[in-house]
């Protein structure tokens, strides 16, 4: 089983900002692509950023400009910079993660809990 911990989020101001972080960890051969998804009120879940394991990056148009998703392999770290926030990035943003547990297992997407984004006008 894996566990993804997300931290970071909070109450900011429009223009603003915050870093969240996602740390995985439990039984971990590799994690391929990592990425923040978030879902508003009301809303579906939508991409924010995803990373590979080798740093390509894609972005939300949304987001593009304001927003740098990086990892650290070595810590299971995912990351993800938002400047210039907005209130309509307000959301609760969810971690997400592509792991193989074993040389020879399919890989299986895994979820953090979820962490609130709170943008004030």
């Known amino acids: 089983q894996v566990q993804l911990v997300e931290s970071g989020g909070g109450l900011v101001q429009a223009g603003g900002s915050l870093r969240l972080s996602c740390a995985a960890s439990?039984?971990?051969?590799?994690?391929?692509?990592m990425g923040w998804y978030r879902q508003a009120p009301g809303k579906q879940r939508e991409l924010v950023a995803v990373?590979?394991?080798?740093?390509?990056?894609n972005y939300a148009d949304s987001v593009k400009g304001r927003c740098t998703i990086s990892r650290d392999n070595a810590k299971d770290t995912v990351y993800l910079q938002m400047n210039s926030l907005k209130p309509e990035d307000t959301a609760v943003y969810y971690c997400?993660?592509?792991?193989?547990?074993?040389?020879?297992?399919?890989?299986?997407?895994?979820w953090g809990q979820g962490t609130q984004v709170t943008v004030s006008s």
């Open positions: 439990g039984h971990i051969f590799s994690i391929h692509d």
């Open positions: 997400n993660a592509k792991v193989s547990s074993t040389p020879l297992s399919s890989s299986v997407f895994y």
């Open positions: 990373i590979t394991s080798s740093g390509t990056t």
